[in-house]
């Protein structure tokens, strides 16, 4: 120090040198950078100022706090310009270096994608539909008397969304974009109750296993529950039994566990499922979200096992579907992927051993739920290389699993032959069939009957007609 009239002044600093040598600081991420510079003691700040550096170094500026907290001290202005310039660009080389870095990362994460689908294909050296035809099974026969529209449900004054069917297959209900749920008597085309929704916006709704009770849920993000036994208030409104709330996002699907009508999944799009007491009103298992094993977009459909009601499946926006198991909440069993599109509905085979999806992309597709595999794709080829594929909105299967059931968003209502991959009949295009969108549809407990809902405001009930035995 030396001390000039009455004042000390620090000595004039030694040239500058870094504490690290020059590539091995600009290779390390900018708060390492930063604290391998040298604390300089400089008297007063000095400002860089990035106005003369080039348009894509300005894009892209170092947080304030590295500026402020390596803003020069001192008053020699040149040295300090020359050490900000350099901790600037020392930031700037890393920042770049680690999206380089990202870049590669997703473009090695991608191939790695790749080849283990390639990998995957070489080893299915078949689909169910090559090895059916290899053994000479022939596809099923149906002509256009054989699935007939035999009743024709009016009543509804929105788009109809969802409907569900009762175990003892002769009650139905339905949930439109009216604001109502409405239970039909299948037989007699008779409604027996109407109910007034608190939001208009409903999304799913289902049957609890005893049939006295119904859940609907939608965009207010809520799960109502309503029981069909309770006193009607003075408007024949049916009251409100139990909500569910917790839900962040507009609640797509909805199920109650089989053989307990007090437990209830339900789907949501804020990526989650969750497990409901429908009688305390309380989550059990939250499955999603925060893990990373969940989906990381809206989820659109979930089906339970019917042969173990511990296992679910679940068909999300991010194109793919995940198996869970209600006692391991923290992680999906399995992920299944195939799908290029939003998987709209997702629904277990009868064995449930498997299960189908489908999908934005126009196609079903049907998974082993043990080897993760895809077993066969149901797709029909668009004539002259058309773009506007049709949506798969909703699915069933037969009793038997022999068919699959496909409602999709031009109006067609396919009906596959699962072992041939071959279309049996397309609904659409028979009498009495949908004038709009198939929005969802549904198989009777026993296999008989099949009802479809429609953006037209209709349901329709199809059954075998004449002798014909339920396949």
């Not at 009239?5 to 040239?15: E, F, K």
């Not at 930063?34 to 170094?57: I, W």
């Not at 699907?253 to 007491?277: A, H, K, M, P």
């Amino acid at each position: 120090m030396t001390r000039v009239h009455g004042t000390s002044r620090a000595a004039a600093p030694a040239p500058f040198t870094p504490s690290a040598p020059l590539n091995t600081v600009l290779a390390r991420p900018s708060r390492t950078v930063a604290a391998a510079l040298p604390r300089l003691p400089f008297r007063r700040p000095l400002l860089l100022s990035v106005t003369s550096l080039s348009p894509n170094a300005r894009s892209v500026a170092p947080p304030p706090s590295f500026l402020q907290s390596h803003s020069p001290q001192c008053g020699d202005e040149e040295l300090g310009e020359e050490f900000l310039i350099f901790g600037y660009w020392a930031w700037l080389m890393s920042f770049s270096e680690l999206k380089d870095r990202h870049v590669a990362a997703t473009a090695t994460v991608n191939t790695l994608r790749d080849r283990l689908n390639q990998k995957r294909q070489q080893l299915l050296d078949t689909d169910v539909a090559g090895y059916a035809k290899s053994q000479g099974r022939t596809a099923v026969n149906f002509c256009s008397t054989d699935l007939v529209c035999c009743r024709t449900l009016q009543g509804h004054t929105g788009k109809v969304y969802s409907l569900d069917w009762t175990s003892e297959k002769n009650r139905i209900v339905s949930a439109s974009q009216d604001g109502r749920l409405i239970i039909w008597n299948a037989l007699t085309s008779q409604k027996t109750h109407a109910i007034k929704l608190p939001c208009a916006w409903v999304m799913t709704c289902a049957f609890a296993p005893n049939g006295h009770s119904v859940a609907c849920g939608g965009l207010d993000s809520e799960c109502s529950i309503f029981n069909l036994n309770s006193q009607v208030d003075r408007y024949g409104n049916i009251p409100v039994s139990r909500v569910l709330t917790g839900h962040k996002g507009y609640v797509s699907s909805c199920e109650f566990v089989r053989d307990q009508d007090t437990r209830l999944i339900t789907g949501s799009g804020d990526q989650t499922c969750v497990l409901w007491d429908v009688t305390t009103g309380q989550r059990i298992s939250v499955f999603g979200g925060e893990f990373p094993s969940g989906h990381t977009s809206d989820v659109l459909s979930i089906s339970i096992n019917s042969s173990n009601s511990n296992i679910f499946v679940s068909g999300s926006c991010d194109a793919t579907a995940r198996l869970w198991d209600t006692r391991i909440a923290s992680r999906a069993i399995r992920t299944y992927q195939g799908h290029y599109g939003d998987v709209n509905t997702v629904k277990f085979f009868p064995d449930g051993q498997r299960f189908g999806t489908g999908s934005d992309d126009g196609t079903c597709r049907l998974f082993d739920m043990r080897t993760g595999h895809q077993l066969q794709v149901y797709s029909q080829q668009q004539a002259n290389n058309d773009q506007d594929i049709p949506i798969v909105t909703s699915i069933a299967f037969s009793i038997s699993g022999r068919l699959l059931f496909a409602g999709y968003s031009n109006g067609d209502c396919y009906v596959w032959d699962t072992l041939l991959a071959e279309v049996v009949v397309n609904l659409g295009k028979l009498q009495n069939s949908h004038e709009g969108r198939i929005s969802c549809l549904g198989l009777s407990a026993d296999g008989s009957a099949l009802c479809t809902g429609s953006w037209d405001k209709n349901l329709k009930i199809w059954a075998f007609g004449g002798h014909r035995k339920v396949i």
